[in-house]
């Protein structure tokens, strides 16, 4: 006889299945988090599962969704704690980079695991996160009332070219992050200088 879950229940359930994909993917990547490691996590059979979402990539693609929404809410508080609101960018820039060398797991667009979640996802939703990627460093500019120095895609070629480096291997390049604070130092007030307010 199957359980019968409330509304609430299944918010409850959603919200943990959230927390323990994000969790699992960060260490052990996409093709390892796999819906019976989730269910078990959390404590839910694999029916439970299912009526919440109908794949895993549905889980997944929300998870992403809700990091993309975090990465925007935490640069945006950096800006928001400097008076000088190209330190703060800065700031959060040395917070993303971080963060994509501490998960690369989760952060690395370009792994083979990646490609294996891509491909599972319609095109329309592939595009929109690759839009919500963009729209998040443009929103973190705007926020920071910067204005560019450059046209904005070679501003933002420039700012991916120097957070890759949070996704080389420590092994095959030594000094990484000493690397990223140069490049970020040497090419930041290139590329921007603070709006009038």
């Given amino acids: 006889m199957s359980k019968k879950f409330s509304e609430s229940d299944l918010k409850e359930i959603k919200k943990k299945l959230q927390e323990a994909c994000l969790k699992s993917w960060k260490i052990r990547g996409y093709k390892q988090t796999?819906?019976?490691?989730?269910?078990?996590?959390?404590?839910?059979?694999?029916?439970?599962?299912?009526?919440?979402?109908?794949?895993?990539?549905?889980?997944?693609?929300?998870v992403l969704e809700n990091v993309q929404d975090n990465l925007l809410m935490t640069w945006s508080k950096f800006i928001e704690e400097e008076n000088q609101k190209i330190e703060g960018f800065k700031k959060g820039l040395q917070w993303l980079f971080h963060e994509f060398q501490t998960f690369p797991n989760l952060y690395d667009m370009n792994s083979a695991e990646y490609d294996l979640f891509l491909a599972k996802l319609p095109t329309d939703k592939i595009e929109e996160l690759k839009?919500?990627?963009?729209?998040?460093?443009?929103?973190?500019?705007?926020?920071?009332?910067?204005?560019?120095?450059?046209?904005?895609?070679?501003?933002?070629?420039?700012?991916?070219?120097?957070?890759?480096?949070?996704?080389?291997?420590?092994?095959?390049?030594?000094?990484?992050?000493?690397?990223?604070?140069?490049?970020?130092?040497?090419?930041?007030?290139?590329?921007?200088?603070e709006g009038k307010k």
């Fill in 131 to 193: 839009q919500k990627s963009a729209d998040l460093f443009e929103q973190a500019i705007s926020q920071a009332n910067l204005k560019l120095l450059l046209p904005e895609d070679e501003v933002m070629n420039i700012i991916h070219s120097i957070l890759f480096l949070s996704l080389v291997d420590r092994d095959t390049l030594q000094g990484t992050e000493k690397t990223f604070n140069f490049l970020l130092n040497h090419t930041l007030y290139d590329l921007f200088e």
């Fill in 34 to 62: 796999n819906i019976p490691l989730l269910t078990k996590t959390v404590g839910i059979s694999s029916g439970a599962f299912y009526l919440i979402y109908k794949r895993k990539e549905d889980l997944f693609l929300e």
